[in-house]
């Protein structure tokens, strides 16, 4: 019944994960809610997201559990730890004894302060979409593992499946945003096309020449003010700007 309700809970996290193509859509609260999502399901002390871009760290997360803890560990591994080396290698980095860890001088700062806050054992997964690498989701247990009960590698594999959710998540939030960056550049270009159509209309008439005389005159006066044309026609359609302004002397 408790593996049940596990699967129920990881089902659930990974829909909310999966989700991303929200207005109200906001990285930091959806990096700390992965973090939840993985103390829970993994039973872990504290975990940690970090996006990377080049190389470098570019967002923190953490879980609300223990969040300044966390993030302080994050913060130790710029110059080496789990989260870099998942990145680097694009894999899993496994379940990891601070203690042995810091006697053999692997990642020296970072387990200084994992020892500092008792902490007894990490590993890191990589956030990745096929072969696009973003980041690491690095999670903190207060015991190292049973190697003998492989209860260590199914808490990673729960993790990676988190990740992976996360980097399919964060990939679509990136195209959609992309999406509606680039439609609404469209939408202003042809709003901007159909103003100044009407702005050559409106003195084409009133003046009795033909459009092409209209459009000189607009674009004229939008070079001599060095203003973009459309805020021209806008003024012209709004009747901010008088007619001698826009039509040069004979």
């Known amino acids: 019944m408790e593996h049940t309700t596990r699967e129920g809970r990881l089902a659930a996290a990974l829909v909310e994960v999966a989700d991303t193509l929200t207005d109200t859509f906001d990285t930091g609260h959806y990096l700390r809610r ?50 870099l080396e998942s990145y680097g290698s694009g894999r899993a980095v496994p379940t990891v004894s601070i203690g042995v860890a810091h006697a053999a001088a692997r990642w020296p700062e970072f387990t200084e302060r994992a020892l500092r806050h008792g902490i007894a054992a990490t590993f890191a997964v990589p956030v990745r979409r096929r072969d696009t690498l973003l980041g690491a989701l690095n999670v903190f247990v207060p015991t190292v593992p ?10 990673v594999l729960v993790a990676q499946a988190l990740a992976d959710a996360a ?42 020449v033909g459009t092409d005389e209209a459009f ?3 674009r ?18 709004e009747g901010a700007v008088d007619d001698t302004e826009l039509r040069p002397s004979p």
């Open 34 to 83: 992965l973090s939840d999502h993985c103390v829970e399901l993994v039973s872990a002390w504290a975990a940690g997201v970090m996006l990377i871009d080049a190389g470098e760290p570019v967002s923190l997360a953490a879980s609300s559990r223990r969040e300044d803890v966390a993030l302080d560990l994050l913060a130790a591994q710029h110059s080496g730890g789990p989260c």
């Open 146 to 155: 049973d190697k003998a009960s492989g209860s260590g590698r199914s808490e």
């Open 167 to 208: 980097a399919l998540g964060l990939q679509n939030r990136r195209a959609y945003t992309q999406c509606r960056s680039l439609a609404g550049q469209l939408q202003e270009a042809l709003s901007s096309r159909v103003r100044i159509e009407q702005a050559k209309g409106m003195l084409a008439e009133r003046w009795q």
């Open 216 to 218: 000189i005159a607009l």
């Open 220 to 237: 004229g006066h939008a070079r001599r003010h060095r203003i973009p044309l459309d805020r021209v026609a806008r003024s012209v359609i």
